[in-house]
Nanobody, 115 residues
């Protein structure tokens, strides 16, 4: 059973930076994909970023150029570094680990961006 725990969410001001961490109890190099999703107030959960086992990354258009996903296999953690935060980035952020046919999710961490 994969357990993921996010941390790092907090209240920040527009334009500031923040890094979210996702700690895994399993070796992250066993995951096909490590993903970040978010769910804003009264919105559906949406894709934010992914890092594949190969190291390739992909981002949603809304965060491209501002967010960076990375991983640390030694610590079994992966990260979402967020720069130039905007009010519309306010959301609960979830990390996920993907194997073929199955996803595991963390409990979420709240990011609030205030103007």
């Amino acid at each position: 059973q994969v357990q993921l725990v996010e941390s790092g969410g907090r209240l920040v001001q527009v334009g500031q930076s923040l890094r979210l961490d996702c700690a895994s109890n399993k070796v992250i190099d066993s995951f096909d994909q490590m993903v970040w999703y978010r769910q804003g107030p009264e919105k559906q959960r949406e894709f934010v970023a992914v890092i594949f086992l190969t190291g390739r990354t992909n981002y949603s258009d809304s965060v491209q150029g501002r967010f960076t996903v990375s991983r640390n296999a030694l610590n079994n953690e992966f990260y979402l570094s967020m720069d130039n935060l905007k009010v519309e980035d306010t959301a609960v952020y979830y990390c996920g680990a993907r194997y073929p046919g199955i996803d595991y999710w963390g409990q979420g961490t709240q990011v609030t961006v205030s103007s």
